[in-house]
Each structure stands twice: as C-alpha cells, then as structure tokens.
C-alpha cells in the first residue's frame, strides 16, 4: 500500500495565479441556475410597478454576444387597453417582440386609432424600459457570481479546498 500526501490550501491561502484559475474553472462551468427566479420576480414587480396586470414569460440571453438581452411575453392589461406580446425568431432582447393592441378596452368600447396609437407607444416604451432594467439586473448578477468575492464566500461557506495550482480538491 502506498499513503500520498498532498497539501490542501483555502482559497485565501493561494497565489494569485492560482485564485484566478480556480474561479476561471468555477465561471466555465456555472449556469446561474438563481437566475430565472430571480428576474421573473423582478419583471413582476417592475410589472406592478408600471401599473400593467398580467404574468408575463421572460426570456433571456446575458452572455455578453450580439443578440443578447431579455424580452417578455404574454398578455397584458395598462390602462383598460389589452395587448399582446409574442416573441419572434431565436434572439431574446426588447425588439425581438410584437406588441398588439386590442381594438376595444376593457368595457368594449372601440377605440379610436389615434387613441389606440397612443396607448400603444405609451406601452411599448414601458415594455422597453422594463426590459432595460431586468437586462441591467441580469448582467449585474452574473458579474457578482463571476467575482472573485463571491467566489471566495463560496469555498469558504463551502470549506472548498484547493491544490497549490489552484485546482479544486473537493466540489
């Protein structure tokens, strides 16, 4: 039988090469699996907010590439008008949307198109505006997830252990 003994550091026990390989390691491989939760409540409090009933379905891409953002579906009530809001083709940002008005309010009335015009701007801007913040909320908490910071509450809350290249001994 053979005993190896290796040496265990914690995180703030590493060089600074070695912290920024295991934290690299640990964003490689981590999906946000908080996220989704997170900025659906979100959208639903900018929702209530903004004084617009209704539960929408977020969609979202925050890595960062040409296309991303976030954008939500569903239907809607803002100011006794209905509108719907669907998603079009495979990027998820504020424009990737149609936004429809129902001709009629909530009473049944018909609306007249200048009027229906209005609401319908005054809508989409709130849309937009709403998509802007969960987009910059999102973004601000991957950098927070990403952050060495954080990192190093994990592998301490975690007591995670590491080798002297950084490379983690216990997940």
């Given at each position: 039988?053979?005993?190896?003994?290796?040496?265990?550091?914690?995180?703030?026990?590493?060089?600074?090469?070695?912290?920024?390989?295991?934290?690299?390691?640990?964003?490689?491989?981590?999906?946000?699996?908080?996220?989704?939760?997170?900025?659906?409540?979100?959208?639903?409090?900018?929702?209530?907010?903004?004084?617009?009933?209704?539960?929408?379905?977020?969609?979202?891409?925050?890595?960062?590439?040409?296309?991303?953002?976030?954008?939500?579906?569903?239907?809607?009530?803002?100011?006794?008008?209905?509108?719907?809001?669907?998603?079009?083709?495979?990027?998820?940002?504020?424009?990737?949307?149609?936004?429809?008005?129902?001709?009629?309010?909530?009473?049944?009335?018909?609306l007249r198109d200048?009027?229906?015009?209005?609401?319908?701007?005054?809508?989409?801007?709130?849309?937009?505006?709403?998509?802007?913040?969960?987009?910059?909320?999102?973004?601000?908490?991957?950098e927070y997830e990403?952050?060495?910071?954080?990192?190093?509450?994990?592998?301490?809350?975690?007591?995670?252990?590491?080798?002297?290249?950084?490379?983690?001994?216990?997940?």
């Amino acid at each position: 039988m053979k005993t190896k003994t290796i040496e265990l550091y914690d995180f703030n026990e590493l060089n600074q090469e070695a912290k920024d390989k295991a934290l690299s390691k640990h964003n490689e491989y981590n999906d946000y699996p908080f996220l989704e939760e997170e900025l659906s409540e979100y959208l639903s409090e900018l929702l209530k907010e903004a004084n617009i009933n209704g539960d929408g379905k977020l969609n979202y891409s925050l890595s960062y590439c040409q296309g991303d953002g976030v954008c939500f579906s569903g239907n809607f009530e803002y100011k006794n008008v209905n509108f719907n809001i669907e998603h079009n083709g495979n990027y998820y940002h504020k424009n990737s949307v149609t936004i429809e008005a129902e001709e009629h309010d909530d009473n049944g009335d018909e609306l007249r198109d200048d009027v229906l015009e209005v609401m319908k701007a005054e809508f989409t801007d709130a849309y937009k505006e709403i998509c802007d913040k969960i987009e910059k909320r999102g973004y601000l908490a991957i950098e927070y997830e990403q952050s060495e910071e954080n990192f190093k509450e994990m592998c301490e809350a975690n007591e995670y252990t590491f080798r002297e290249n950084g490379e983690m001994e216990n997940f």
